[in-house]
């Protein structure tokens, strides 16, 4: 079965970092690009941030940018998001998946995993 998890969330006050991780399993991420995604209760999902296969071309939200930043480790069959200057604005599920790095983000799939939960707040 072919799976990404996510993992690396946690409760974190404004300002801070976390580092989210996306893990595949089942099948070789190498050449896929891989989207991360967010919602927040009651808001429709939103892409946050995209990268491509090789690792050549990123996306972000006009939200994040600046703050967050995407990687990948094709070897390592993951991909990071990397949340620096954590706002409250930012807590959320968050997702990856695999996708087209259109309008930031665009999932290609529609079987989602758990998502890892980021908290922020004081």
């Known amino acids: 079965q072919l799976q990404l998890v996510e993992s690396g969330g946690g409760l974190v006050q404004p300002g801070g970092s976390l580092r989210l991780s996306c893990a595949a399993s089942?099948?070789?991420?190498?050449?896929?690009?891989i989207g991360w995604f967010r919602q927040a209760p009651g808001k429709e999902r939103e892409g946050v941030s995209c990268i491509s296969s090789n690792g050549g071309d990123t996306n972000y939200a006009d939200s994040v940018k600046g703050r967050f930043t995407i990687s990948r480790d094709n070897a390592k069959n993951t991909v990071w998001l990397q949340l620096n200057s954590l706002k409250p604005e930012d807590t959320a599920v968050y997702h990856c998946q695999v996708s087209v790095c259109l309008r930031v983000a665009t999932p290609i799939r529609d079987y989602w995993g758990q998502g890892t939960q980021v908290t922020v707040s004081s």
């Open positions: 089942g099948f070789s991420l190498d050449y896929y690009s």
